[in-house]
């Protein structure tokens, strides 16, 4: 079982950085690989960025390719998502998720275990 908590949205003007954090309780977090999803209003969650349970492997939604950086922290058990270059269209409910999965999907049912979300707001 793995439960997850994630802090530091809030909301920011275009052209900020932020950073997401997801601390991970369990004892599978280091074999677990994890992903960031998003849901705008009426909108569907979609995928943002995933992680390989080492950190070796990272894969982007082609939308915040360049522009954000997903690492982990196994001795923390933490995962973060560091924004660049933040747009108005970035505005959404992020998501942090494990799998116990050893491929870094892109779909959202292939995620075991999510957080409840945390706001992210950018202002033109």
């Known amino acids: 079982q793995v439960q997850l908590v994630e802090s530091g949205g809030g909301s920011m003007q275009a052209g900020d950085s932020l950073r997401l954090s997801c601390e991970a309780s369990?004892?599978?977090?280091?074999?677990?690989?994890m992903g960031w999803f998003r849901q705008a209003p009426g909108k569907e969650r979609e995928f943002v960025s995933a992680?390989?349970?080492?950190?070796?492997?990272?894969k982007y939604a082609d939308s915040v390719k360049g522009r954000f950086t997903i690492s982990r922290d196994n001795v923390k058990n933490t995962v973060y998502l560091h924004m660049n270059s933040l747009k108005p269209e970035d505005t959404a409910v992020y998501y942090c998720?494990?799998?116990?999965?050893?491929?870094?999907?892109?779909?959202?049912?292939?995620?075991?275990?999510w957080g409840q979300g945390t706001q992210v707001t950018v202002s033109s």
């Open positions: 998720a494990a799998s116990t999965s050893t491929a870094l999907f892109t779909a959202a049912n292939m995620y075991n275990y």
């Open positions: 992680i390989s349970w080492s950190g070796g492997i990272t």
């Open positions: 369990g004892r599978t977090f280091s074999r677990n690989v």
